[in-house]
């Protein structure tokens, strides 16, 4: 079984900055891609930006020159620095991660978010 737990939500003033991370463990025996997604009240969720295995990103026009996706393999660990943070910006952040595990093949799974609220 797989687990991501993601942390480092928050409440932070516009033009703050916080850093989120994901974790994955369990049976894992390769992770592919790393994302990091966004759902704001009355709204679908959203790509903010993903990683690949390479270090290869894609951001979403929204958080671009902003935020920086970034992940340690050694660690099964992808975070999100996110600066000049707006308040347009609240929403829950999930990570979703492409994960080859032991007995169930590759799979994405999902953290359970982490709020993130930017005051303005």
């Known amino acids: 079984q797989v687990q991501l737990v993601e942390s480092g939500g928050g409440l932070v003033q516009a033009g703050g900055s916080l850093r989120l991370s994901c974790a994955a463990s369990?049976?894992?025996?390769?992770?592919?891609?790393m994302g990091w997604y966004r759902q704001a009240p009355g709204k679908q969720r959203e790509l903010v930006a993903t990683i690949t295995r390479g270090g290869y990103t894609n951001y979403a026009d929204h958080a671009k020159g902003r935020f920086t996706i970034s992940r340690d393999n050694t660690k099964n660990t992808v975070y999100l620095q996110m600066n000049s943070l707006k308040a347009e910006d609240t929403a829950v952040y999930y990570c979703?991660?492409?994960?080859?595990?032991w007995g169930y093949g590759v799979k994405d799974y999902w953290g359970r978010g982490t709020q993130v609220t930017v005051a303005s």
């Open positions: 369990g049976s894992i025996l390769r992770i592919d891609v």
């Open positions: 979703k991660e492409s994960i080859t595990a």
